[in-house]
């Protein structure tokens, strides 16, 4: 099977910056995209931003600009650099990884267990 390990995550003032990374390890043939989503109080869990394992990048409106996702494919990890950050980046960042995990078989997500972000005022 595939884990799925985040770190990074912790409390941190408004304004201020964090580095969350993601490790994808175990019975992989190849990964395809890896994401991070978060989920805040009351909300649903969204996409904040992605990357492709050609290094194609996406993010939602509100990480544009203060937001970076990096791969590095050798290292089968995923990293989101939060600069500026705001309360309302207080959330909950997992980590989806869609990998593959035989030759030819299809291609499945697989999520970590999730690091906490709180930003204070």
């Known amino acids: 099977q595939v884990q799925v390990v985040e770190s990074g995550g912790g409390l941190v003032q408004a304004g201020g910056s964090l580095r969350l990374s993601c490790a994808a390890s175990?019975?992989?043939?190849?990964?395809?995209?890896m994401g991070w989503y978060r989920q805040g109080p009351g909300n649903p869990r969204e996409l904040v931003a992605s990357?492709?394992?050609?290094?194609?990048?996406s993010y939602a409106e509100s990480a544009k600009g203060r937001f970076t996702i990096s791969r590095d494919n050798g290292k089968n990890t995923v990293y989101l650099q939060m600069n500026s950050l705001k309360p309302e980046d207080t959330a909950v960042y997992y980590c989806?990884?869609?990998?593959?995990?035989?030759?030819?078989?299809?291609?499945?997500?697989?999520w970590g267990q999730g690091t906490r972000v709180t930003v204070s005022s």
């Open positions: 175990g019975r992989i043939f190849s990964i395809n995209a």
């Open positions: 989806n990884c869609n990998a593959r995990i035989q030759v030819g078989g299809p291609s499945s997500g697989y």
């Open positions: 990357v492709t394992s050609a290094g194609s990048t």
